[in-house]
């Protein structure tokens, strides 16, 4: 069976802070996907970055990074010059390449203060 | 530019009353899913469904049925509304091809008093 486990349930930070949710996945498929999900306070489900498991290349993009590591099932994510319109609960999930059903881990929410 | 759309937004039922929740996509996606996401939990996946005509039970489909009758949409039904399933639904596709991401719809606020 997957798992996604978010460690971290809540994060404030001040704004301009540097700031890394992290993510620990357990899969016994050898190929699988990984994604990150961000849901403001409106609670739409806004998609940020998928990653294949060949592909551990990390990615930034603006303000935002993810760093992949196979060797420790962790698919992290930072937000540099964190912003008050960062505050959001921010999702891992993993699928398999079968169903393609998300599983998610139970969310990091993250405060930004001015 | 719709994407997913779902209804109703809101809704507020008496414990055994009936509902059905309706989820249509324009993206002519194959997979689509349904979700609960309840506090402290994530979202966890009720029922699915791999093409039109075809569903399957997800990690909580115990209370539920769905029905992808056309391609486009894919209804989730309950039958005798129970307090335990008081959530916010999220409704998603995804295309064929593995390395997508899933779509969601703007979520429906469920309370069962």
């Known amino acids: 069976a997957q798992k996604v486990t978010q460690a971290q349930t809540e994060i404030s930070v001040v704004e301009k802070e540097d700031v890394t949710l992290d993510c620990v996945y357990e899969?016994?498929?050898?190929?699988?996907?990984l994604f990150w999900y961000k849901q403001p306070p409106s609670g739409e489900l806004v998609f940020l970055i998928r990653?294949?498991?060949?592909?551990?290349q990390n990615e930034i993009s603006g303000r935002y990074s993810w760093n992949f590591q196979k060797s420790t099932s962790s698919f992290n994510f930072t937000i540099t010059a964190s912003q008050v319109v960062d505050s959001a609960v921010y999702f891992c999930?993993?699928?398999?390449?079968?169903?393609?059903?998300?599983?998610f881990g139970s969310g990091t929410r993250l405060q930004v203060q001015p | 530019n719709a994407g997913v759309t779902q209804t109703p937004k809101f809704r507020v039922l008496k414990t055994g009353q009936s509902m059905t929740l309706l989820c249509a996509q324009d993206?002519?996606?194959?997979?689509m899913y349904w979700y609960r996401q309840d506090p402290g939990m994530g979202l966890r996946l009720i029922h699915y469904?791999?093409?039109?005509?075809?569903?399957a039970k997800g990690e909580v489909p115990d209370g539920y049925n769905v029905s992808r009758l056309k391609k486009q949409n894919f209804l989730l039904g309950l039958e005798s509304a129970a307090p335990s399933q008081t959530s916010v639904y999220f409704c998603?596709?995804?295309?064929?091809?593995?390395?997508?991401?899933?779509?969601f719809g703007q979520g429906t606020r469920l309370t069962v008093v």
């Open positions: 899969t016994r498929d050898t190929t699988y996907y």
């Open positions: 469904s791999v093409g039109e005509g075809t569903t």
């Open positions: 990653r294949n498991s060949f592909d551990e």
């Open positions: 998603a596709s995804s295309a064929a091809t593995p390395n997508t991401e899933a779509f």
């Open positions: 999930a993993l699928s398999d390449t079968g169903r393609r059903a998300l599983t």
């Open positions: 993206m002519n996606h194959e997979y």
